[in-house]
Every structure is written in C-alpha cells, then in structure tokens.
C-alpha cells in the first residue's frame, strides 16, 4: 500500500534530504550513530574548524556604537520622527518635504488598517546591527541593473469563441505580433505592451491552423508605473519568458530543464534540475532571487498503479482505491495537479459527456483537444474536487481524470524510508556552496548568451547583473557556555561544546540525583542492560549527575502489552524516570510507551535502543544529559544579560492519525538568569487553522507559572512564533499580535504593574536565501545579514545559527512583527542568537529558538504519537525530548 | 465522499450567505468582522478566538466550550510541584541589558520615504486604488522623467472602471463600506 501515502509537492531542497530528515515523524530512540539523531534542526558539526579566536568579551563598547549606526540612518527618515505612529493620519499634504534618496512626497492618508495604535512618540533608529565581526559574504540574488524606464500599457485580451489552451491562445495572438510593438507579454488573459493602441477596445481576427475563426478583443485595463507593485509582477513575467529561451519546461510553478534530468533507473524516479526566481523589492533595490532547486518526477502513472494492482481480482478495487485516494497527479497535457477524491470503477473513457452542447466521450475529448490517444479504453475514471476552483464557483464542481494521464507526483513513505533512494537523491540535490555558486553562474550566463532569452530582456530594456550580489554580513561572537560551579567555556567558533562535557558539571542536578526510578528490559538484553547502565553511572558521574540504582523490571517478551504491563506496575512506586530499554525501533511500541507515561501517568519516560551501546559512553553522556532534563534540570545555561525576560516559542504539528485536527505547543522559560527551567504547554487545534485560536490561553498559564516561580510578572517577554508563512504575516499581526498585546495589557493591570516589553518575532526556516562564504564555503554559526536581501516593510534579518557539514546552510529569517521590547537591533540579533544555544538535546547550536525547537518537539512528538493531551504535572520537565 | 469533504465549506458568523473553505475562514473573519462591527455583535469565546457567539448564548458556550480544557484541565490533574532545586544562583554577567531603552524600529517610517515600491497589502479595492494612486505620485511625482510624467496625464482617461492594483470586484458589497 505504499502509493496512498502522498508526498510531498515542494520541489526538494538540497539540505532537506537527508536521510534522517525523512524520518521525521518516527519516534526518537537513540540510534547507534552517536549523536545523530532525527533532529534536523540541528547540524553535524564540524570538527576541521578548531581554530580558537580570542572571544573578546562583547563590552558595552559594541553597544555605543549602535548608536552611531542609529544616527547615520536618522537623514532618510527625519521626517518620520515629527509624526507619531499612531497620529500619522495628522500629517497633511501640506508637510511634504524633500527627504531621502527617493522620498518626494509625504501627503500620506491613514490607509494601512493594520496600524497598531501606538502612543510612544517613535524615534528613528535602523534595523542594522554593527556588533560582530564584519564578513563579505556572496548571496543568491542578482541586481538589476537596468529596468524597463517607460510606462507599461495592460490590456484584457478575450477570444471568441473561446481557446482552453494558452498555448494556442498564444499562437493565435502572435499574428498581430507586429501590432504590439517590440516586445509584448502575454500570459494567456493578460497583455502587456509597450505601445498603446489608439482606442480602448481593440478587435481584430485572426486564424489558427486548424482554419479556426477567432474574433480577439483587447481592451485596455490601465497603465503600469514603475511606482507600483504590479509593475513587480510584470518584470517576472518578462524573466520567465526570457527563461523560456532557455527551453524550460514549467511544472507547477517553477521553470525545469527536462534536459538536463538526472534519471534514477532503479527507482523509475527522474529528477529535474529547476530554477526558482523572484523579482522582488528588497531593502533598497529590486533584486532577482534566483535558487536552484529540484523536481522529483515519477514515471508511474495512476494506470501503473492500477495494472500492478489488478492481479487479486476480488480485492482489486479496493485495494486500488487504498493505493489511490489522496494522491495528488500531475497531467502533462496541461501541467496541472489534482488530488484524487474518488475512483469511479463504473464508467470508462468512452463515457460521455457534454461538452459546449456535444456529447463527446472522453476519448474524442482529449484527442481532439490535446490530441492525446487513449490505449485503455476499459481504465476505470478518476474523481477530482478541484478545492480551489470550488470556492469560487460552485462548491460541487469535480474534474475526472484518465488513470492512464495521471503521473504520480511526490515522494511514497516507502521511498524516503529507504536510503538507497535518498542517498542517490541527495547526491544530485544537495550542493555544497562552491557547486551552488557555480549552478547560479552558469544560470546567469545562459540567460546572457541565449539568443532568445537576450532578446526578450533587450526587448524590454532589462539588464541583469552577472554578479552575484555581495552582502556585508557580521559574526556574532561565540557565546560562553555556563556549567556548574559559574564554569564558563566559550561554544566556540564552531557552536559545539559536546567535549566541554569530558570535564564539567551540568548546571543543575538533582541534590539526592536520581534516587527513585525503573528500568524495564526484555529478559534476554539484560547482558546489554547491564553495559548501558554501567555506561550511564560512569557518564552521569563525569557530569555531576548521581544516579542510583534502578529498579529493575525483567519481562520476558519484548511485546508491547508487556511493556505496559511493566510500566503500570512501575508508576505505582511513583518514580521519577521509567528507562525502556528496547531491542529495536518500532514506532507502535514508542507512542505505546510514551503515551502511558505522558498521557496516562505523568512520569518521564526514556526510551533506549539496543544498538546504543555500540556507542558506548558518548550516546550515555547524551542520555544522562536527556534523563536529568527529563526530570526537570538543566544541563547548562548561556550568559543572559537581561532578568525578568521570558522567552516563548511557538509551533504546530499536525496530527498524524486525524487530518482535521493539529496540535500547537508552547514552551516558554522562566527567569533564565535564575532559574534555568521551561515550561511546556499542549492544545489542540484545527488543522485548517494557519492562525493560532486559543494561543492566549495558554500564554496565560506560561504567566503564571512565571508568577509563581518569581512571585512576580516577566518585564520583558520575547515570542517566537514559528509554524507560519510569510503570506499569512498580515493576518498574523491583526489576529495574534493585537489580541496578545491587549491581553497583556489587562493581565498586567490587574496586577497594576506596567504593561511588559514584548517582541514578537516570526521564524521562517524555509526562505530561499542563502549565503556563501568566499566564493565556496558556509558562512560559520553566528553570521547577521540584516541589509540588502532584506524587506523594507519589514524588522527582519537573517541568522545563521547552525553549523553544518554537508550541503549549503540555509539561513533562518526572523521577523520582528511587533516589538516595544526597547532592545536595539543588535540585542535583538544577540539575544536570538543566545536563544539557540539551549537546546538540551544537542551540545551545540541550533536552527532555530531553543524555545521553538522544544515547541517543535512536543507538537510532533502529541500529534504523532501521543494524539491527546499529557499530564500537567509534566509541565516543568521535558519529557519531550 | 468521507466526513471531512462535507465540512470543508462553512458559513460567515457574521454573515451566513458567505460560504467558503475552511482553510479561508480565518482569514475571512478579519475583514467581516471590520465590515460588521457596527451591525453584528458577537462575543468572541475566551478559549477559543475562532468561537464567535451571540450574545444569548455566550455563558452557555462559555461552559461547554471544548477549548475549556486548556483551562480547566487544572481541576482534573494536578499541575507541576514547584521544585525549588532547579532555582541556581543568578549568573552573572559581564554585560547589562537591563536599563537599556532604545526604541524599536519600526519598518512603516522607513518605508513611508524611500525609494522603493510599497505592496497595497490587506487593504480593501477602494483603497488599494487611492494607494497606488499615491505611490505613482510620491515615486514618480515632480521629478519623473517625461516619459512617466506623460503617464501621468493620459493616467486619467482609461483608469475608471477597471482601474490599475483591482483585478478582482470587490469582495463585499455592503452598504457601509467607506473606510
């Protein structure tokens, strides 16, 4: 049944191929491997860096010079000082004044609806940081160097009759190419001209080659200026068309090279290499993102399916229908994709339908259409609800498909778990930077040498630079580790502190260590029982960390109704830690186990495989380090300098066993600089939901919890909120941000305390940009871009957290929606950047917010296998991990 | 079909001719409850935002609500023991964020001036049309070379029914539309 898992649709990225990444969903137990584990959030460090640069201690010094910085930038926007944010409205037409390279005019009306009232008068500051050491780096971005100078006329083009292909619609319209003046657009509705006609509407005939009549008439929609997003549109339309010369093929969205496809024989997989562009404003020019990335194409086609199905004649259709529903098909006659809804095993292609008055079947429907001949003429037919086309029109509109046309898309289950297949993939996929950077170049220089592609961008007077663009970027300093006894180490330039733990103590461990607490192993392990324990008591006592002796359950199958048998019994003498130890992996027996320790019995549960012990005492420091975090302790701290802060994450996972629902967690730390704890909080929510429902709810708990550990209310609070897309930022800010800040605002009043500094920052993983280091290598952990790639409207920057071995490093983007936090961007920059070193899971860095990684955690670990709420007694303790 | 097809179109609370996905509800709800907020009242739940209740039956929601849970889940199980253990002597350190107050940047001052081509995002037609009217004349304005300045003039003929920045009508047809 492995075709009814649907893959994904994204075209693959390079670095998420990883085998490991695949098994996401799986359960974690410690695998042989030593410190790999599925977290692929965090990244194999690096061991060739060991380079040791003095770590200068960042003074105050750094911090004055942000105020320079600040005052620099002040000229562009003076203007903007005099007005409050809130009372902008005031400013009339009449205070127009010259200012900034660009700004002429400032006679701004208050149209931004999504303006949050605010009092403080705003004064000017820049986004840019200066702390750090400053770096060139290269991005994947072209510059335009010139663009289309001159208006740009838009027309509304209509055929009649009417033409369901672009592609001839195209055809019949390049008769009157000589009309449109050098250089048109047309997508198929839409023209775009340099010239303008002289009347409004515009009729003319032409022909096809089939003899076909047809009446077009083009009326003039409006003109484009450089001045407004559309225009935006337009120069991306002109790229792609140029990127056509290059004789790419559209899939979906993006533009593919169908000659230059790799093709994996032995998994009847191809891949196509592709190019992603946008022409976007950024911080201050329009700047091309170009980014390579890959299609995986699958040969079999729905028919395929069937045929390998139809050999058991009496489970035929219901197996095919298991292996068929919920896939999503691509058909090559009009590149689109569906999702299939239905089988209907009652009619075949010859059936009939109406089509413009005609009963045609659908077998002289695709041959005269797209000329298409069906050889089976017995398939049975696909059933489609077009999702996106039933919210315009009419709810019920279904769209049936050929078996025999549909190409399967996307990656089975089957296919990510097996690591031949990925191995093969990720070899073609992942780049490292030099061969990335290489990839773009010659993207670049084909659009400069292909006739066609030159044509269409002279045409339009558009010139693209050849370079990549050069970004100034910064490195953070590598942050100092805090163990036991104020021991302070530096992560290093690398982030990696796993070998700090040969020698220090974990930040905190329970006074009595752990005392009270179970082992459950399969009689026949009690040999490897044995090695582990001994392993963690040697591991645990380096750290500082006493364990005493279990108390040990022998069972005598490795079932899993033993297991819980086992557990039951144990949770009786209420221990603090069940260790299960495992012979192999088996995901029914993992959710089993965690969901009786989470769900039913409110102890932390460690689930270690056999194979661990190959790894001897480097995988048992790491699950000594997991167990005292799992009983609420902290293994080490960074140097915070901020008290009364509390940092939040947020993320979503969807449920795995129910499509409609989806669970959010949020953990939230208490007052790191003295008590180094998290807490965690679960809800469920709807999997349609993008936006967070009862998100105040359980902000509201994080507060008190807060209240009641320091007995009083956290003055600063920074939020990450991760699990979102940039398209949703606006309703982000109208329904998340706003609701928080006013709930806040009473929270704190009832208390009569003043309102808290908040920050609430959006974190992408997924954005297209990437940077590259001297022409061929990463940029290392703690690298700042916050300039030119950029977007104006927005507080954003780009952080590389994380180190990594293989591939290129994608950079994560935080987005500060709203922030009255009262920290210059380069704390901001700083403190997340500290924030990624707190993942207990891993010594080293992180991709993300520790805060957003646990988050992370706990809504896949309840929306794959716990699927219901745990104990609040576990609230304090990260059972997650 | 399954179960979940059918739900997959809902109602407006505000307004129950408006149909829609599921997946499109949240954000609908932003814009009507702009629209309606003089006309519907509704009472959003505490546990949940995405409950809009009327009045009437807003204590009795209040008591059913699913989403109470989140809540209540206190009164079944016992919350997390303080553990004072897990408190550490504070760490020091050599910087001092805490007195710091530099104010926050904020991106839409910035925006306002510069040279740059500005999205009409989550505005209504009406007002995504006065925008880029505005934008042509803050970018373009005085200064504009000749060629867009001509722009400007002939701008004023054909951009009345159909003008620039709205493809699509407008959304909603409503009466008391004049932001």
Known sequence: MGDQERGRRRPLNDSDISPESVQQPRPKIFRGDGFKSDDRDRSEASSSRGTSRSHAPSTSHAASTSYAATTLHAASTSHAASASRGSRDLVGPTSSHPSGPGGHKSDRRPIDRFEIVNTRPADVVTKQGSDGKQIKLLSNYFRLNTKPQWRIVHYHVDFAPEIELVRVRCGVLSEHAKSFGTGYLFDGNQLFTTKKFDKDVTVLQATSKQGVNYTITIKCVGYISTAEPRFLQVLNLILRRSMKGLNLEQVGRNLFDPHARVSLGEFSIELWPGYETSIRQHEKDILVCAEITHKVMRRETVYDILRRTSSKPERHQEEFRLNVLGLIVLTDYNNKTYRINDVDFTQTPRATFSCKGNDVSFIEYYLKKYNIRIRDHDQPLLISKNRDKAQKSNANEIVILIPELCRVTGLTDNMRSNNNLMRAMSNHTRMNPERRIERLKTFNRRLHTTAESVKVLTDWNMKLDEKLIEVQGRVLLPQKIVFNDNARLSAGDSADWTRHFRNQRMLTTPRSGLDRWAVIAPKRCSSELRTLLSNLNRAAMGMGFHISCPREVMIYDDRTSSYIQALDDCATKDPKLILCFVPSDSPERYSAIKKRGCVDRAVPTQVVTKRCNKNGLSVATKIAIQMNCKIGYTPWMIELPLSGLMTMGFDIAKCSSNRNKAYGALVASMDLQRNATFFSTVAECSAYDVLANNLWPMILKALRQYQLEHQKLPNRIVFYRDGVSSGSLRQLFEYEVKDVVEKLNLEYKKVSSTPPMLAYIVVTKSSNTRFFLDNRSNPPPGTVVDDVVTLPERYDFYLVSQTVRQGTVSPTNYNVLYSNIGLSPDKVQKLTYKMCHLYYNWSGTTRVPAVCQYAKKLATLVGSHLHAIPQNALEKKFYYL | ?179
């Open chain 2, 1 to 179: 079909m399954n179960v979940m097809d059918a739900n997959d179109m809902v109602c407006c609370p505000y307004n129950k001719t408006h149909k829609m996905l599921r997946k499109k509800l949240q954000q609908h709800i932003l814009k009507c409850r702009e629209i309606y907020k003089d006309e519907v009242e509704l009472l959003v739940c505490p546990f949940n935002k995405a409950h809009l209740i009327p009045e009437p039956d807003f204590l009795q929601h209040t008591r059913t609500c699913i989403d109470r849970k989140i809540v209540a889940h206190y009164q079944q199980s016992a919350p997390a023991p303080l553990n004072e253990e897990t408190k550490h002597e504070k760490i020091e350190t050599e910087e001092n964020w805490d007195d710091e107050y530099v104010p926050d940047y904020d991106p839409q001052q910035y925006v306002v001036n510069a040279n740059i081509v500005r999205e009409p995002n989550g505005m209504f037609p009406s007002q995504r049309k006065a925008f880029i009217k505005q934008e042509r004349k803050r970018l373009l304005g005085e200064d504009s070379d000749e060629e867009t300045t001509g722009s400007e003039q002939n701008m004023k003929l054909p951009t009345k029914a159909n003008s620039t920045g709205t493809q699509r009508p407008a959304p909603y047809k409503l009466p008391n539309r004049n932001r």
